[in-house]
């Protein structure tokens, strides 16, 4: 079955940095963006970066352009969140999911039923 799995997240400091790992099965990796969303206590679901099925395109969010780097590797069927500089307000549940690119927009839309459960980042000193 389909199955997305976030690891990585942890507690960091202000300034400090994280590398989320999204390792997919079940479906072809190959074929599909991958998105990075978050979610904040209180606030919406918010996109954080996507990226093309052949790592050709990315996107990022306002907040996190500069300082978060995606990239896949798919032979791993892994897709990679690089975070630096990490901020108080980038606290969040980080879920990765599997999506359509949208190339008119240059970003992506997460597929219904492929999402992973997430992983929680905590930015505080």
């Known amino acids: 079955q389909v199955q997305l799995v976030e690891s990585g997240g942890g507690l960091a400091q202000p300034g400090g940095s994280l590398r989320l790992s999204c390792v997919a099965s079940?479906?072809?990796?190959?074929?599909?963006?991958i998105g990075w969303f978050r979610r904040a206590p209180g606030k919406a679901r918010e996109g954080v970066s996507c990226?093309?099925?052949?790592?050709?395109?990315?996107n990022y969010g306002d907040s996190v352009k500069g300082r978060f780097t995606i990239s896949r590797d798919n032979a791993k069927n892994t897709v990679y969140l690089q975070m630096n500089s990490l901020k108080p307000e980038d606290t969040a549940d980080y879920f990765c999911?599997?999506?359509?690119?949208?190339?008119?927009?240059?970003?992506?839309?997460?597929?219904?039923?492929?999402w992973g459960r997430g992983t929680q980042v905590t930015v505080s000193s």
């Open positions: 079940g479906f072809s990796f190959d074929l599909y963006a």
């Open positions: 999911a599997a999506a359509r690119w949208d190339a008119v927009q240059d970003t992506c839309a997460p597929l219904p039923g492929y």
């Open positions: 990226i093309s099925s052949n790592g050709s395109s990315t």
